[in-house]
């Protein structure tokens, strides 16, 4: 009995730390609508440092606003201590030294918009990038293909990844690793480097903006400065073939945009393309609707033959999220370290807009620094005034459990144990952060409600239902709550190895949160 409640004993301890962590986090209680805005400040010598909230005017359409959230982020410290989480404990927002995610970067290699030749060139690059990062560094590194494809995620080690890319970017012949943690993090890589052959420009619309909306909501939940360094040679576009075209045009680039924007997830494509030519500087006749040019007699062109040029669309795109774009590079591993050091301090302003001034369309900011003279501010450009955030709206159940990436929108802890008294049953019991959870407050009580839901390599199927729980909280109630919650449910493996994922998904704000539990032990 002893040992089958350790794991449970554990995951309240964590539960307590996870709460503690999360009140130290929250804004102060208000009406309404907080919007929130990163800051870059840059000077020629390095991150401008000491600048409090008087030092900063935040404007929405040229209107000063109040600013009631202020907060200056460091970077991290890669010499702190941390202490470890049981290796039996899932978690979504804490890397396995115990330390909490933030300012997190993730590497995306996309092979579905680099053309199939410039493949194995980029693929060298590549390694040359990730065997040159360190083991202390929090990064995660995806690719593209048919499918996005998780390699190494923020609450990893990245050691094994790393010493996979030095043996396979190595130039004589490597031994294979002896550790079965370097022998899987090699295979993960070796596949995720595999040349995509060119695909449908339709076809890779689709799954490119799918890859990104599956990363935003992985982000959503992580403090600190968030960024994509996308190495890709094009943003891939359907366009049309009719005098709409420019309409369409504009309307994906805005579309992707504003996903990233509403994150403040800043956007630096790095096109590794050196001098030559990509997707769409291919030379076609003027008078066919190929991808990267418009119609001939269009309205409106980017470059005076025409065509569209896909350095100034990623330019564009980067510029309104508050990153950099790189393009004619013959090497990326500085670029990628630049990102990196992206993270170094983050001034972060918070506002709560007029309800009368929310009218759902996009409003420009605008930021002045005072004691920053000649010094380069970077932020997103703007934000959809509506009364509800936008990206809280979190997908269904099912569509979360199958997708590659954890939610980080609620904050989740979870341990798995099996259930002597049934062959294959693993209860699943899950720390949620209260913090997190859309709760009403009226007269003396607090409700709220959440979905709770198990699944196993994607899939509910028959081995796993969705609870829910209805949350009718004393103030008293509250403020245990708030020390951390513990909620359980059941699910069938049949025995079966696999990935089991918990999934929680506020009811009221439609804020989701989910995490990879490790099996116990049949």
């Known amino acids: 009995m002893k040992l089958r409640l350790q794991p449970i004993l554990v995951l309240t301890g964590i539960a307590g730390l996870l709460a503690a962590q999360a009140q130290t986090e929250a804004p102060a209680t208000h009406a309404g609508r907080l919007v929130k805005l990163d800051v870059m400040v840059r000077a020629k010598t390095g991150v401008v440092t000491g600048l409090n909230r008087e030092d900063f005017t935040l404007l929405d359409k040229g209107k000063p606003q109040k600013i009631e959230v202020f907060s200056a982020a460091p970077g991290r410290d890669a010499g702190a201590k941390f202490e470890p989480p049981a290796p039996v404990v899932g978690m979504n927002r804490t890397t396995r030294r115990g330390e909490p995610v933030k300012s997190a970067i993730v590497i995306l290699y996309d092979r579905v918009n680099t053309p199939a030749s410039d493949q194995p060139y980029t693929r060298k690059l590549v390694l040359d ?33 790393i010493r996979a890319a ?31 052959q060119d695909l449908d420009t339709v076809f890779r619309v689709d799954k490119t903006a799918r890859a990104f909306q599956s990363i935003t909501r992985h982000l959503s939940g992580l403090p600190g400065r968030k960024g994509i360094a996308w190495i890709t040679r094009t943003f891939p576009l359907t366009f049309g073939a009719d005098f709409n075209r420019r309409n369409q045009l504009e309307l994906e680039v805005t579309n992707a945009t504003v996903m990233l924007q509403e994150e403040n997830i800043a956007l630096y494509p790095i096109n590794p393309g050196g001098v030559g030519r990509g997707f769409s500087d291919r030379t076609t006749p003027n008078d066919t609707p190929t991808e990267g040019r418009l119609m001939p007699g269009s309205n409106a062109s980017i470059s005076n033959d025409g065509a569209i040029s896909e350095n100034s669309t990623l330019s564009s795109i980067a510029q309104e ?9 013959n090497e990326i591993a500085s670029k990628v370290r630049e990102v990196l ?20 369309h996009p409003h ?28 809280r709206q979190a997908p269904g159940i099912p569509e979360l459990a199958a997708d590659p990436l954890e939610a980080t929108g609620i904050q989740l802890a979870a341990v798995a144990e099996r259930d002597p008294a049934r ?4 209860k699943v019991s899950v720390s949620v952060n209260v913090a997190d ?20 390599d994607g899939s509910m199927g028959a081995t796993g239902g969705v609870q829910l729980f209805n949350l009718n909280w004393t103030e008293e109630q509250m403020q245990k709550g708030r020390s951390g919650l513990i909620v359980s449910s059941t699910i069938d493996t049949k025995n079966q190895p696999g990935r089991l994922r918990a999934v929680v998904r506020d009811k009221n704000s439609g804020a989701a949160g989910s995490v990879q539990v490790p099996l116990a032990a049949q």
């Not at 995660?140 to 190494?152: C, D, E, I, Q």
């Not at 062959?423 to 693993?426: C, H, I, K, N, T």
């Open 321 to 329: 999220t508050g990153g950099i774009a790189y393009y004619n590079m």
């Open 437 to 456: 959870l859309q709760m009403t407050h009226a007269g003396d009580h607090w409700t709220g409600a959440f979905e709770l839901a198990l699944a196993l």
């Open 129 to 161: 990038t990730l065997s040159s990062l360190k083991d202390t560094e929090i990064f995660a590194f995806y690719s593209l293909g048919r499918n996005l494809s998780v390699v190494h995620d923020f609450t990893e080690d990245p050691g094994p990844l």
């Open 341 to 360: 050091q992206e993270t170094e301090l983050v001034y972060t302003l918070g506002f709560y807009p007029e309800n009368k001034t929310l009218d759902g």
């Open 423 to 426: 062959a294959g049953v693993q």
């Open 166 to 196: 030095a043996r396979l970017g190595s130039a004589t012949p490597q031994a294979a690793p002896a550790d079965p943690a370097d022998q899987t993090a090699q295979k993960a890589l070796e596949d995720s480097l595999v040349p995509q």
């Open 364 to 391: 420009d900011f605008g930021v002045k620094v005072a004691k920053a003279s000649g010094a380069t501010v970077r932020f997103r450009k703007r934000y959809l005034a509506t009364k509800e955030d936008p990206m």
